[in-house]
């Protein structure tokens, strides 16, 4: 079974610039969660999606975005870039989200100059 | 919200040693993750434990949830051990992951 694929794993980008990330999860999971990871704040929760709807939001600023598909893919955009989003981007599935247990991908460590 | 604290924060290790690894919460969960963050970034599952102990070869873990805590048991540590170990909780809706700051584990042959 195919586990958690994030596409791109390495992205640099100008500030001021947007981004979108992908995330497909392992086949059969509905629930789709996004996390920022940085050396000051660690690892913290972005959003969580399940069947297409949006049910959890962590506490990041509106620039911050997200939308999942039928096929349960998702994707995180990130609009007018600064510096402090440089980040490696995780995201987790699961089957239900629901207290089951998370599976990660290699995560997208993007950089902003 | 769910607080995590791991301790300790960096370990250093000679290979062959056992360590043991704690993760404190603050309130009640379902579930408790361990995992392992590979040099290049992945966090790689090693325990999926609400309570009671679990053993994975060279690993195991214990979950007190009655006391709100957890260890994870490394024996015979080798250098591919290495890395960062972080325990995590789901929040109050089960929907998101809390997670603690993670332990640094460095073992030296």
């Known amino acids: 079974k195919a586990g958690v694929t994030q596409t791109p794993r390495y992205l640099i980008k100008t500030r001021g610039q947007q981004v979108t990330l992908s995330c497909s999860p392992i086949?059969?999971?509905?629930?789709v969660s996004w996390y920022q990871q940085t050396p000051g704040q660690g690892l913290q929760f972005l959003f969580e999606y399940f069947s297409e709807t949006q049910r959890n939001k962590g506490n990041f600023p509106g620039r911050f975005s997200g939308r999942q598909f039928s096929n349960s893919r998702s994707e995180m955009n990130v609009s007018t870039l600064e510096l402090g989003d440089s980040a490696l981007y995780l995201c987790?599935?699961?089957?239900?989200?629901?207290?089951?247990?998370?599976?990660f991908g290699q995560g997208t460590r993007l950089t902003v100059v | 919200g769910i607080q995590v604290e791991q301790s300790p924060p960096d370990l250093i290790l000679q290979e062959g040693a056992n360590s043991t690894l704690r993760c404190n919460f603050s309130?009640?969960?379902?579930?408790l993750q361990w995992f392992h963050q590979n040099p290049w970034g992945q966090l790689i599952n090693l325990f999926y434990?609400?309570?009671g102990t679990k053993q994975n070869g060279r690993l195991s873990a214990t979950t007190v949830a009655t006391e709100r805590y957890s260890l994870l048991y490394i024996s015979s540590s080798q250098t591919t051990d290495s890395g960062v170990y972080f325990c995590?909780?789901?929040?109050?809706?089960?929907?998101?992951?809390?997670f603690g700051k993670g332990t640094t584990l460095s073992v030296s042959s």
């Open positions: 987790a599935s699961s089957p239900q989200g629901e207290d089951t247990e998370a599976f």
């Open positions: 309130d009640s969960v379902n579930n």
């Open positions: 434990i609400p309570s």
């Open positions: 995590a909780v789901p929040n109050q809706a089960g929907t998101a992951l809390i």
């Open positions: 086949s059969g999971h509905r629930s």
